[in-house]
């Protein structure tokens, strides 16, 4: 990414009209046909018609990422006219648009831009500007690959506060109240949770926080445990039960209270009884 990112600022200073740069091995152009439709594309999807340049975009490649995230051809279209579900008034600012293609010795054709996007939140209200790079890379008429960089902090803000209003977040969490046994103190506790969290954070890429707080006097725990989707929680509790970690934790600690917050899947439920769990699925908010 940061290789890409310093071939951005090069060509920006390199690109003036067209020239010849040995150091880059090609020719820059901001008057190509791949610029014209570079043009078009960012056009029409501030239209929010971007699927009306699909014929632009190889049916075969899967070069096709947002950030490091990689997508299919339907993937990158659904989700750039999600954008408009999203945030209305969408603009890619023209003026300070610095947009270029390059030629390169090897045959290999790219289009390049760095702008900045604005656009109001929908759901939040807000007034979001972020700074876009992207590249695009052409065989004939066709783009085969395309690589956006941008950092998505205010697009996740409005995609969690859509899912909050629609209820329709797949995120779910383990909340719990331990109590810790007699015979153990709070060094113990912190000594197994080392370990522990080590184990979780190695093994399951679906639990993305995982937290433990203990009271003044060492007595309770309480355990905060966020999971992507009901598969990933399932995940948690299977690959629990089949390590040595649940003897430790339960000659530790014993299980007083536990809830599953969120829109909880059948299998999860099922799996969530057998720890004594209440259910409670989201009504307002939103879940980071």
């Given at each position: ?6 071939l ?40 929010g018609?971007?699927r ?66 604005t ?45 909050a ?16 046994n ?40 309480n ?11 399932v995940h ?38 057998g ?14």
């Amino acid at each position: 990414m940061k290789k890409i990112f310093l071939l951005f600022v090069v060509l920006g200073i390199l690109s003036c009209g067209q020239s010849d740069s040995g150091d880059l091995g090609g020719v820059l152009d901001q008057n190509s046909k791949e610029v014209k439709m570079t043009r078009e594309l960012m056009k029409k999807y501030t239209e929010g018609k971007f699927r009306e340049i699909a014929d632009m975009i190889s049916d075969d490649s899967e070069e096709f990422y947002f950030n490091n995230v990689k997508v299919t051809k339907e993937g990158w279209i659904s989700g750039v006219e999600n954008h408009h579900n999203l945030f209305e008034n969408i603009q890619n600012d023209t003026e300070g648009l610095n947009l270029t293609s390059a030629r390169y010795n090897n045959g290999s054709v790219w289009s390049m831009a760095w702008f900045q996007w604005t656009g109001k939140g929908k759901y939040t209200g807000n007034d979001a500007k972020i700074i876009v790079h992207h590249g695009f890379r052409f065989e004939g008429d066709k783009i085969v690959a395309a690589y956006h960089f941008f950092d998505p902090t205010l697009l996740d803000v409005e995609i969690k506060a859509a899912e909050a209003t629609n209820k329709t977040s797949q995120r779910v969490l383990g909340l719990a109240e331990l109590i810790v046994n007699r015979g153990f103190t709070s060094s113990d506790v912190e000594k197994f949770l080392v370990r522990f969290s080590n184990f979780v954070r190695e093994t399951e890429p679906g639990t993305y926080d995982f937290g433990y707080f203990i009271s003044k006097n060492g007595k309770k725990v309480n355990l905060v445990e966020k999971y992507y989707t009901s598969d990933d929680f399932v995940h948690h509790l299977n690959n629990f039960e089949k390590s040595e970690y649940s003897k430790e934790f339960l000659k530790l600690f014993t299980i007083n209270k536990v809830i599953i917050a969120g829109n909880a899947s059948d299998e999860l439920k099922t799996k969530g009884k057998g720890y004594g769990a209440e259910f409670r699925p989201q009504i307002g908010g939103w879940i980071n």
